[in-house]
């Protein structure tokens, strides 16, 4: 994570892992699962239980292995909780104007979510690192991205809703930075049973789909 580019510190190996559990100790378990398979970025959404303390723990835990965000800031007063919590980017499921002037202040990078191409110009005009298209799969997918890339080739782009781990290397060819893996990643039949040996099996999926090899840390 030394690369200048703030893209490729904040997600070294294109992928995302993004939870949103009912559960706060299955899913601090969970993200640390999957920090420690060595997927490199881990976004922790507001609407988990207790997820500005699961971010705490997480930094801690993991220290520079791997990157953590807060996803799902929708307003000023979750961004400043985020950063707080020592979230190292912010992320936004829409056009939030104040959470981005909250990133500016405390220069986190920040992610924000939109899905026209016009959306995607206002994203990176208010400051966007990286702009989040979502829902990606019911807008089209990997077709959806090529189109815009026509006449926005410059715009770092990040994927997710409806993305699965098969999905991960046309994404990335479709020319995406980054693709983020929620559902088809934290799968509730594995959540619910804490298959984590299985959870790291789909991390290693992933990463190989995104053509990185990576050896799992063994545990301590």
């Not at 920040?110 to 994203?123: D, H, R």
């Amino acid at each position: 994570m030394t690369s200048s580019d703030p893209v490729t510190r904040h997600f070294p190996n294109h992928l995302a892992a993004v939870i949103r559990w009912g559960d706060p100790e299955t899913a601090y378990q969970a993200v640390l699962t999957v920090a420690r398979a060595g997927l490199g970025s881990v976004e922790i959404t507001s609407g988990t239980p207790r997820a500005f303390e699961l971010i705490r723990r997480l930094r801690d835990e993991v220290e520079d292995s791997c990157v953590v965000g807060a996803g799902t800031i929708t307003d000023a007063a979750l961004a400043l909780k985020a950063v707080e919590s020592g979230a190292q980017y912010l992320v936004t499921p829409y056009l939030v104007p104040e959470a981005a002037a909250v990133a500016r202040e405390a220069e986190l990078m920040l992610v924000m979510g939109a899905t026209t191409p016009s959306e995607i110009a206002q994203a990176q005009a208010l400051g966007a690192g990286l702009v989040k298209v979502f829902p990606a799969a019911p807008i089209g997918g990997p077709a959806y991205i090529q189109a815009v890339r026509g006449p926005m080739p410059d715009v770092p782009l990040w994927v997710s809703g409806g993305v699965g781990i098969k999905d991960v290397a046309q994404y990335l060819k479709a020319g995406v930075q980054v693709v983020g893996l929620t559902n088809d990643l934290f799968r509730p039949e594995i959540l619910t049973s804490g298959a984590w040996d299985r959870l790291t099996d789909l991390c290693q999926q992933a990463l190989a789909e995104a053509g990185v090899r990576a050896e799992v840390p063994a545990a301590t």
